[in-house]
């Protein structure tokens, strides 16, 4: 099939399918005329890569994935794994802190000692910096 009617069917530009094929992602096979042309392989290792970008990976992890007889595949895989286990923790982490503001009965939550280790356990971004306190 076309390249217009694949991206219309996997609901993304056709400027996208050209990148994934440019960058070796996944890529289809041509006509005489040097057109792309996508067949139902092509169709479902799109929506594995699909899937893939869903759970947060990157075009050259996908490739990896995509390929079985890639050398850092399971590496890749074992990497991805791991970022989502650290994201679901501090997703724990977070859900239990908000549960217990709702019910925390201190005034101020920087006089609750829950509240404040979990406020001191977040990282700050790079170009976060907390100023010293100048009280007087």
């Not at 792309?36 to 992890?61: F, I, N, T, W």
């Not at 995509?66 to 286990?85: D, F, K, T």
């Amino acid at each position: 099939m076309k390249i217009g009617e694949a991206a219309r069917l996997l609901g993304v530009a056709v400027h996208v399918l050209r990148h994934w094929d440019d960058v070796g992602v996944v890529v289809p096979d041509r006509t005489p005329s040097g057109q792309r042309d996508y067949s139902k392989e092509h169709l479902y290792r799109l929506r594995v890569l699909r899937a893939c970008q869903s759970v947060g990976m990157s075009l050259p992890e996908i490739r990896q994935v995509l390929h079985r007889g890639e050398a850092e595949r399971a590496g890749a895989i074992e990497r991805q794994l791991h970022r989502i286990r650290a994201q679901r923790s501090q997703l724990e982490d977070a859900e239990r802190f908000l549960v217990h503001v709702i019910d925390c009965e201190h005034d101020l939550l920087t006089r609750c000692e829950r509240c404040t280790r979990y406020a001191t356990s977040v990282p700050l971004q790079e170009n976060e910096h907390v100023a010293p306190s100048t009280t007087s």
